[in-house]
């Protein structure tokens, strides 16, 4: 069965950058299109990147210019460059398919604050 292990977030200022690694297992990762979501305190899971097994890559507005989604499919990892973060991107960030499946990994926190 699937199983996902995120890894890479921690505590950054305004402005900074983390790289963010979602290893997966389990599956043939090749065929799906995979995707980064957030969790904030008190919303709920949002959609932030997506990339299909041809590499085409979609955001949602909040991040256009600042993440970039990509995936390498001989180590069955997907990851999430972001750069010029922001407080409001201060979240537990989770990879998943792009539909997801009803297993979630333990996810990573991602907190900008100065």
């Known amino acids: 069965q699937v199983q996902l292990v995120e890894s890479g977030g921690g505590l950054v200022q305004p402005g900074g950058s983390l790289r963010l690694s979602c290893a997966a297992s389990?599956?043939?990762?090749?065929?799906?299109?995979m995707a980064w979501y957030r969790q904030a305190p008190g919303k709920q899971r949002e959609l932030v990147a997506t990339?299909?097994?041809?590499?085409?890559?979609g955001y949602t507005d909040s991040v256009k210019g600042r993440f970039t989604i990509s995936r390498d499919n001989a180590k069955n990892t997907v990851y999430l460059q972001m750069n010029n973060l922001k407080p409001e991107d201060t979240a537990v960030y989770y990879c998943?398919?792009?539909?997801?499946?009803?297993?979630w990994g333990q996810g990573t926190q991602v907190t900008v604050s100065s």
């Open positions: 998943n398919r792009y539909t997801p499946w009803t297993y």
């Open positions: 990339i299909t097994n041809g590499d085409n890559a």
């Open positions: 389990g599956i043939i990762f090749s065929i799906y299109a």
